[in-house]
C-alpha cells in the first residue's frame, strides 16, 4: 500500500510517500537514488505524474538513514527525474515527520543523495534548513539565447545546479509566468547547447531570474524554472542558497545578514548564512510547509496510466 502525506512549502508542493515505496537496500542515499532511477522509476512517474500528481509535485521517498544520527534518509525526485536537495521538500517533509509524531521540536538531521541536512522545526509549520555546503563555480557566464541575445549570469551550487541571473527584462510578474517560463527554458537549451555545465559537466537544470521585490522587507524577486518545465512556486530553498552564495562571493552579503527571498506568487524565504570549510557557505532557509492531504495511492494494472503519464 502507497501512502503519500501531501503539504505545501510558500505554495510548492511535495509528496512524501512514507510506506510502500521501492526497497532500494543498503548504501548511501546516492547509490540508492541510482538504484532508484534504474530500477523503479515507473515507481516515481506513477507518484507524482498526472493523473495523480501534476509537474509541480516534488515527490520525496522516505528511506532508512545512512548516518546514525540522522532521522530519515530523502530522495527527492520530480516529474522527469531525481534531485540532489530540496529546500521546500525538506521543510515539507519536517512538517510532515512531526505530524506523524517522528520528531518533536528542534535540531534533526535527513540523509540525502548530496550530503546530510539539518531541519530546525520551529514550530508546527515553521522549519529552518541548513543546507550542504553551496557555492558559485562561474561568475559573469554569456549565453547567446535564440531570440533574447546575450544573457548573462552566475553559475552556482546549492545541492542543485543554477543559473542564476538579472539580465532578464520581462517584469516577475504572475501573469508573466508562461512568457518567464518560454525565457527560462530558451536560456537552459542555450546553455546546454553551448556546453555550460556545472562541476564535471553535470547538468544546469534550474534557472532562476532575478529582478527587484514588492514586499515589504524582501531583498530580491526570484522566478526558478524546474527541470521538468514547472515553475516552483515557493523561493526555491536550493536556488535562494545558490543565491546566497554568489551574494556572499561578490561581498554584497555578509555572514548571518538576513535576506528575505519573494516568489513569483509572493511567497517568501528568510535565509542567512555561514562561511564554509571548502570556501562556499552553509545557507540556513526558514520557510513555512501545510499538511493538505494524507493518501492512499491505487494501482490497478488494467489502468492504461497505471505507472502515471510518461512522455
Ligand atoms: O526548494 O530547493 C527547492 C526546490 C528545488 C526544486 C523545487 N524546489
Redesign the pocket.
Known sequence: MIRVIDSH?EG?PTRLVVAGGPDLGPGTLAERRARFASGFDRFRSLVVNEPRGSDAV?GALLCPPDHPGSVAGVIFF?NVGY?G?????SIGTAVTLARMGRIGPGIHHLDTPVGTVAVDLVDANTVTVENVESYRLAHAVGVDVPGLGRVTGDVAW???WFFLTESVTTPLDAANITELTRIATAIRDALAAAGITGRDGAEID?IELFGPPRGAGARSRNF?L?PGGAY?R?P????TSAKLACLAADGKLAPGERWVQESIIDSRFEAEYRPAPGGGIIARITGRAYVTLEATLTRDPADPFADGIRF
Do not use: F, I, R, Y
Request: some cysteine; proline content about 0%; aromatic content about 0%.
Open positions: 512549502t510548492e516534488v520530480n534531485l536537495m530540496c529546500g521546500h521538500a546549492g545541492g542543485n534550474h526558478v524546474c516552483d515557493s526555491c530553498g536550493t536556488g
